[in-house]
């Protein structure tokens, strides 16, 4: 029992930077309160004994605002950040190392008793604050969830889940980018600068426009040149400060889509 506690606060000192000690993570983090209450729930609704399973976990919710049914599953190394506002149903599995914001909710869509409802989630899975995870699915390993998405389907490993509803983005780029994130630790709220495949098709358009316009101007500064060179022998002339004019402001458009 003292290992595992001794691995939760460790967790929690790895994955937030607030955490100066133990002793702080111990008696002020009502995250990790709420996975310990949790865990003498579960223990009593696994032993027949419901109604105690039920008090247990409604003393946890009044004390640290997080609700788990106590028939839920927890692994080990799981991490409530902040806590407040989260609900977690009967059926839901939550697996080893999962991150899980204030204001998630792993809810069920189905009315049948008995029934698998809840999300299952693999292992080191990230739920951004305020998302919702509706259904008997399963979230793949290393997945992330954005905030506030409404997830009604499975995610893959290692994907992440934007919007409402929920899209999935699971790109070569993506799984680069994370491999290096998680040597720097994991994505906070389980958003990345990158995440939303709107804005990654806008920058497309807008690097893309850019770098015609940079051509398009090395072709007049190029045909200009020649003008030059030849003395108008031709008779061409060229409007020299056109390609000046005429300028994309890639940048601006940039910082309207959040790059």
Excluded at 57 to 63: D, G, K, L
Excluded at 232 to 253: C, S, V, W
């Amino acid at each position: 029992m003292f290992a595992r506690l001794h691995s939760d606060i460790q967790c929690i000192l790895d994955r937030d930077p607030a955490a100066r000690s133990a002793w702080e993570v111990l008696t002020c983090y009502p995250g990790l309160h709420a996975v310990v209450l949790h865990r003498w729930a579960h223990a009593c609704w696994r032993a027949g004994f419901k109604w105690l399973g039920r008090f247990i976990s409604n003393f946890s919710r009044w004390i640290t605002g997080i609700e788990i049914h106590p028939g839920a599953t927890l692994g080990e190394r799981v991490f409530f950040d902040h806590g407040m506002g989260i609900v977690i149903g009967e059926t839901a599995e939550i697996g080893d190392g999962c991150t899980i914001y204030h204001g998630v909710t792993l809810g069920g869509t189905s009315l049948y008793k008995g029934a698998k409802r809840h999300p299952t989630l693999g292992k080191d899975v990230v739920v951004g604050a305020g998302a919702k995870v509706l259904g008997g699915f399963t979230v793949g390993d290393g997945a992330k969830v954005g905030s506030n998405a409404v997830v009604t389907k499975p995610v893959p490993a290692g994907a992440t889940a934007v919007g409402n509803p929920a899209r999935i983005i699971q790109e070569d780029q993506d799984v680069q980018r994370e491999a290096v994130a998680s040597k720097m630790g994991f994505s906070a709220y389980g958003v990345t600068q990158n995440d939303d495949p709107l804005s990654q098709a806008m920058r497309g358009l807008i690097d893309n426009a850019a770098s015609q316009e940079h051509q398009i101007a090395l072709l007049w500064q190029a045909l200009e040149k020649m003008n030059a060179q030849q003395g108008n022998a031709q008779g061409i002339q060229m409007p020299g400060d056109a390609a000046k004019r005429e300028t994309f402001e890639a940048e601006k458009l940039n910082q309207l889509v959040g790059k």
